[in-house]
């Protein structure tokens, strides 16, 4: 079965960084657009940032442009999300996601807490 388990987040100063991974498992990684999504209590589930299989090309919401990169390695069946200059917004609960024939998977999320 699909499983993807997030790690990476904590506590972090503005301005400060941190990199979240994200293990698949259950799929061919290599085949599939990973993404990653944030979630704040009260509010849906934002798209953050896309990742394509075939090209590699990438796309990001417009808030973290410039200072969030997503990469993927397809040998360790990972993809990462280096998050760069955080702001106090940036608070939330980070998900991987993939969408396999109609169907979205999610991790249990990694908590990311940027505050002074």
């Known amino acids: 079965q699909v499983q993807l388990v997030e790690s990476g987040g904590g506590l972090v100063q503005p301005g400060g960084s941190l990199k979240l991974s994200c293990v698949a498992s259950?799929?061919?990684?290599?085949?599939?657009?990973m993404r990653w999504y944030r979630q704040t209590p009260g509010k849906e589930r934002e798209l953050v940032a896309g990742?394509?299989?075939?090209?590699?090309?990438?796309n990001y919401v417009d808030s973290v442009k410039g200072r969030f990169t997503i990469s993927r390695d397809n040998a360790k069946n990972t993809v990462y999300l280096q998050m760069n200059n955080l702001k106090p917004e940036d608070t939330a609960v980070y998900y991987c996601?993939?969408?396999?024939?109609?169907?979205?998977?999610w991790g249990q999320g990694t908590a990311v807490t940027v505050s002074s």
């Open positions: 990742i394509a299989s075939t090209d590699g090309s990438t």
């Open positions: 996601s993939v969408r396999r024939w109609n169907v979205n998977y």
């Open positions: 259950g799929f061919t990684f290599s085949s599939y657009t």
